[in-house]
């Protein structure tokens, strides 16, 4: 027997507040999910039922919001995941844009929807090294959840999270514990890294234009509609010839000729004229 009553209203209201916040389609195979997340922040929060932590979502937004969003973002990843993305990253772009780049010596590259770092770190691990040390190399790393982008700042991993990387990556860009339970970035890696609070459906704050585009396994959260517009804000915000690379179950509809499927998810940037 469950702890709260949780009906079909409170399931159509919290699916509502997350879609209308941050895009989140929340499909009725998530009810199981979203009941056991918020029934934390019920506990949490001293209440004894899901309408009343709606009603205390309603009238103490400013305090429990974040956390309601935080409490229902997924964020499962690991190290050189999709590792196929970071090949390509090392054996075609990078050799490229030491040559289209040669002038400004400017690179830029933007993990959206970092989760709790191990993407950036690896797109790091991935350049490090690559481009002259007189080049101005920077890597953007957003996520909507400031719970795991405080994770992904302090760059700490426990051992079974590190499983994906070999023993010369380890020594070279890891600190081991005295205790060997946990294992630190180095600052040569993290300092390559900007971890950034972003809500891709808000104003973006930066600039670009960026070179390569991560947005991998996020976009599945999201409706057709959604997709689309992102699709075309990334377009916007690529450089000349820039890459997107989205996540394995991820797909960009046929309509979007303004990217070049290359295979593998990964797209270019299409520029007319």
């Known amino acids: 027997m469950r702890e709260f009553t949780f ?27 979203v009941y056991s997340r918020i029934a934390r922040r019920i506990r949490a929060n001293g209440l004894t039922s899901f309408t009343d932590y709606l009603r205390y979502l309603e009238t103490h937004s400013d305090a429990e919001f974040s956390h309601f969003i935080n ?35 400017r690179v830029r590259i933007w993990s959206a929807g970092c989760s709790t770092g191990e993407e950036p770190y ?22 909507l959840d400031s719970n795991v982008l405080s994770k992904a700042q302090q760059g700490v991993y426990e051992p079974d999270t ?18 060997e339970k946990a294992y630190r970035v180095k600052p040569q ?20 234009p ?17 997709k689309d517009t992102l ?20 797909t960009m509809g046929k309509e979007h000729d303004e990217f070049k499927n290359l295979g593998k998810t990964t797209y270019k940037k299409i520029c007319n004229g």
């Open 122 to 143: 690896s797109i790091a691990m991935t350049i490090m090294d690559k481009f002259p040390s007189s080049w101005d190399v920077k890597i953007l790393a957003t996520d």
């Open 189 to 208: 890696l993290q300092q390559q890294i900007s971890f950034k609070r972003l809500n891709l459906l808000e104003n973006w704050p930066m600039k670009g």
């Open 210 to 226: 960026f070179d390569v585009i991560f947005c991998r396994n996020v976009l599945i959260y999201f409706d057709k509609e959604t």
């Open 7 to 33: 009906t079909d209203t409170d399931f159509k209201v919290i699916s509502e507040r997350v879609y209308q916040a941050c895009g989140i389609v929340l499909g009725p195979h998530k009810r199981e999910m």
């Open 162 to 179: 590190i499983t994906g990387l070999a023993a010369n990556q380890l020594k070279l860009f890891f600190l081991k514990s005295a205790d």
């Open 231 to 250: 699709f075309r804000r990334y377009h916007e915000m690529l450089s000349r010839d820039g890459h997107l690379f989205i996540g394995h179950s991820e």
């Open 71 to 105: 409490a229902i973002t997924t964020n499962l990843t690991s190290f050189f995941r999709e590792n196929h993305h970071f090949e390509y990253l090392s054996e075609q772009i990078i050799p490229s844009l030491l040559e289209t780049n040669r002038e400004s010596r």
